[in-house]
Every structure is written in structure tokens, then in C-alpha cells.
């Protein structure tokens, strides 16, 4: 059967994920709600409010769309999946991502914590306090050595984690945050020991029995060269990652992958969409620093040009529950994506610049975030997160060398991105 696709979500996540969707011989139609000035070259943008699910069920009723693909986590927070199953006129859609109970993997940090420790599945050990324990909190820092980490319980776009070094700091940010700094999002917060070590991500599509792991990334958060300055939504991503071998993915699959699956089976969480576990490598071991309920922006831009199995196919199989049906195919070649932003970025910046995207070059895709289309019809910049480069080779070092030598080409008045994207894996090799 050719489907009709509804994406949700307007970021470089989309743009990679569409990509891939329009290559499938069994979509018919591809809508991206709202999208970008990328995604429309690549099916028909539908200006939907995705936090309106009423809005977007009368468009997929009206559409006739078999398949909704959820991009971010906010809809799949609020219960997107639930909606649609519980609707007769709507249940019959493919939705891909996960239940609300599910989605509270990333929706609740104490959601997530207990989860992992219920399963026994390796994550840093913790406790989870309110203003009404903030005594028992501030023991627990004492009993904790430096740095603290304090994590505000519910979504917090990305800001909810605190890093600190010395204990009074630790305890008059704790204090701030059961106060409301992060509003009802860190009424609760989580404190756990700090795990040292290299992060990385990994990807995986379940229906609650099966699974596939899919391709590993890495991807650099921090605005500055050598990881210093502010957090931003990731400034570019590599993948596969070097140190992520036969012998660690194992481990990542005995440890945390399969119990994972098998405690949402047991728990009878309808569970139908991508887990992304965010990890510690610890001395060659594993640990679960958090789960995502939906693929990394940018790292499916490094993770999704690699996948060579039709993934239309893929997502069939995920709402059917076939995954068992489906083998992965992966591109052996890196990926070496780097991000273009806004100047000021992830402060403030400029929206509308006149965006020149050079020259294409072979084996490199150019993914757009925040961009949109003039009513002339230039390509203009509409957010911190511009644009990204995505290049393959067949090793990691000219992938990194593709992907700037593209960049390169492009130009806006007042671009900026990082220049050592990968250099600290490349140092690895060495
Ligand atoms: P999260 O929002 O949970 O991904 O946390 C944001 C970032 O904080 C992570 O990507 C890690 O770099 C860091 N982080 C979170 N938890 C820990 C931990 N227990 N130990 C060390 N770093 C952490
Ligand atoms: N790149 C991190 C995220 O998507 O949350």
C-alpha cells in the first residue's frame, strides 16, 4: 500500500527524516507540518499548530493520512499517541512515536529514574526531593561529592540539568528551582552522582517487542569550541562513533537496550517509536544518562543519511509490531554534520537574513532548521539553528573535511558554527 505521511516538527530532525521518507517507493504523499524551506522541497508543508492535536486530526481525516510521524517530544508528551487510538475516526493511523505513559521516559525524570532502577538497567545513582524534603536534599548533596548534579524533573526545553562545582552553589540552585526557577517543571528535583566520562547516543526503534539499534552518534552541545560557553541544541554530530566497537555495543545492548524493551513489554507501556538513550562511557561501561522518546536534533542528521532500509517500511513494521520482519541496513561510510547558526546564538539573534547556499558537492546534504522562504522567494534564516552539512566518507577525517569544505560555500551575514566538530574523536584514533 502507498501511504500519505503526516511529519510533524520544522527542525533539521524533520528535514533528515523526510528525506529519507521521500526516497520510499511506498509514500505517496508527504506532508511536514509546519516545516521548513528544506522539507518543501521535499513534499507540501501544511502550517498545523502540532500542540492542537484537534487541528491536526481534522487534517488527517481530511487528507486521508495513513501515517503520522512525530518528530519533537512535545506532542507525544501531551498524549498525541493516546488521542489518535482513542478516536474511532483516527485509530487506524500509523503513529509513530510513543504512548503518553511511554513518553514520560522524557517527560519525568523521576519517571525515568525509577524506570531504570526498577530494571535494574546502569544509570548514576540518585534521589528524587520536593520543597517539602529540601532538608533531606541538602543532606543528600553533603553525603555526594562535586560536581552536583541537579535536574528539574519535568521538560525544561533543554535547560533543566545544572552542573555545579562547589556545595553552597549546588544547594542555593537546588533552592531556586524547588522555588519555581523552571515553573512546575522543577517542582520536583532529581540529584544524582555525577558520572565522568565520553557521551554518545543511542538510537533504537521498538514496538515494545522487538527493536532495531540503530547507527550511534555524538554531538557537541556546547556554543564554543573545546565544549566551553552555553548549552545550545547541538552544533553539529558524527556518527558512527569510533569508541562505540562491537564489544561496547553489547554491552549497550545486554545492559540497556533489552531491559529497557522488556520493562516497558512488562509493564505494558504501549510503547511505538524511537528510544534515545543518551550514555556515559564509563571506563568501557555504560550508563543511562537520560531517555529521549524521539530522534536527537542534530544528531539524525548524521544517523538517518546512513540508514539505507526504507524506512516507511520500517515505521509499518513499528506500528504493526513486525519489527522482527525488518533488517537494518546501514551505510558503512561516517557521517560529519555541522551546524550553521545564527549570530548570537543561543542568545539573542537575528531572524531574515538573505541565506546563499553555494555550491552542492557530491556525497554532502545540506539540512535546513531554521529556515524559511521570502515572498520573493529567497531563502532566508528563521531561527538560532540555521542549517546544517552532512557529509559521508569512508573515514572520519574526510568526512570532517567534506562537511566544512561545503560549509564554506554557504554565507549569511553573521553566520557562525564550530570549527573542531569531531576533532576530539579524531584525537581518539590517534
Ligand atoms: P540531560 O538533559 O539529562 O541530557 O542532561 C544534560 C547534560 O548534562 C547531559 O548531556 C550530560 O552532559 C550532563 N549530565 C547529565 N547527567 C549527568 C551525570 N549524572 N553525570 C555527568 N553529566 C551529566
Ligand atoms: N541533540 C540532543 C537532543 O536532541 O536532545
Keep these: ?28 504523499k508527504l506532508y511536514i507540518a509546519p516545516g521548513n524551506a528544506g522539507t518543501a522541497a521535499l513534499g507540501e508543508n501544511v502550517n498545523l499548530d502540532i500542540a492542537d492535536f484537534d487541528m491536526v486530526a481534522r487534517f488527517v481525516i481530511d487528507h486521508r493520512v495513513d501515517m503520522l510521524v512525530v518528530g519533537p517530544e512535545a506532542p507525544l508528551v501531551a498524549g498525541i ?48 526531593f520536593t520543597r517539602e524534603t529540601l532538608a533531606d536534599a541538602e543532606a543528600f548533596l553533603d553525603t555526594l561529592q562535586a560536581p ?28 531556586e ?48 569550541e573545546g565544549d566551553t560557553g552555553l548549552n545550545t541544541g547541538g552544533m553539529g554530530s558524527i556518527s558512527p562513533v569510533p569508541f562505540a566497537d ?16 522488556r520493562g516497558l513489554r512488562d509493564e505494558k507501556i504501549d510503547y511505538r517509536g524511537f528510544i534515545f538513550v543518551g550514555l556515559m562511557n564509563c571506563a568501557g561501561d555504560p550508563y543511562v544518562i537520560e531517555y529521549n522518546v524521539r530522534m536527537g536534533d542534530p544528531e539524525t ?46 542568545e539573542t539573534y537575528r531572524k531574515g537574513d538573505t541565506i546563499d547556499l553555494g555550491q552542492d558537492a ?28 552532512t557529509a559521508l ?12 569544505n561545503r560549509l564554506a560555500s554557504i554565507h549569511w551575514n553573521d553566520q557562525y558554527h564550530r570549527r573542531d566538530i569531531g576533532q576530539d574523536l579524531l584525537k581518539l584514533l590517534l
Design 148 to 175: 552536583y548534579v541537579l535536574k528539574a524533573d519535568g521538560l525544561a526545553a533543554g535547560k533543566g540539568v545544572l552542573i555545579e562545582n562547589d556545595l553552597p552553589t549546588a544547594k542555593a540552585h537546588l533552592r
Design 177 to 224: 528551582m524547588l522555588d519555581g526557577k523552571f515553573g512546575s517543571a522543577s517542582a520536583s528535583v532529581v540529584i544524582e552522582e555525577y558520572l565522568s566520562g565520553i557521551e554518545l547516543s543511542v538510537f533504537v526503534l521498538t514496538e515494545g517487542q522487538h527493536y532495531l539499534i540503530l547507527p550511534s552518534a555524538k554531538d557537541y552541545k556546547r556554543i564554543g
Design 1 to 28: 500500500m502507498n501511504m500519505n505521511i503526516l511529519l510533524l516538527g520544522s527542525g533539521g530532525r524533520e528535514h533528515a527524516i523526510a528525506y529519507k521518507i521521500a526516497q520510499s517507493s511506498r509514500c505517496a
Design 246 to 261: 562491537k564489544e561496547f555495543m553489547k554491552k549497550v545492548e545486554d545492559r540497556i537496550v533489552k531491559p529497557t524493551v
Design 362 to 389: 557530491q556525497d554532502v546534504l545540506v539540512f535546513h532548521c531554521g529556515t524559511k522562504r521570502g515572498d520573493d522567494g529567497a531563502l532566508l534564516t528563521n531561527g538560532g539553528r540555521v542549517l546544517c552539512t
Design 301 to 346: 542528521e548524521s544517523v538517518f543519511p546512513r540508514i539505507k532500509s526504507d524506512v516507511v517500511e520500517l515505521f509499518e513494521n513499528t506500528a504493526r509490531g513486525t519489527l522482527d520482519r525488518c533488517l537494518l541496513s546501514v551505510d558503512p561510510r561516517t557521517a560529519a554534520c555541522v551546524m550553521m547558526v545564527a549570530g548570537g546564538y543561543p
Design 393 to 404: 566518507a569512508a573515514s572520519l577525517p574526510e568526512a570532517i573535511l567534506k562537511s566544512y
Design 81 to 128: 499517541a493516546d488521542y489518535f487510538a482513542q478516536s474511532p475516526a483516527l485509530s487506524h493511523v500509523m503513529v509513530i512515536g510513543p504512548s503518553k505513559e511511554g513518553a514520560r521516559l522524557e517527560g519525568s525524570k523521576d519517571f525515568a529514574k525509577s524506570f531504570m532502577l526498577r530494571h535494574k538497567i546502569p544509570t548514576a545513582r540518585y534521589r528524587t
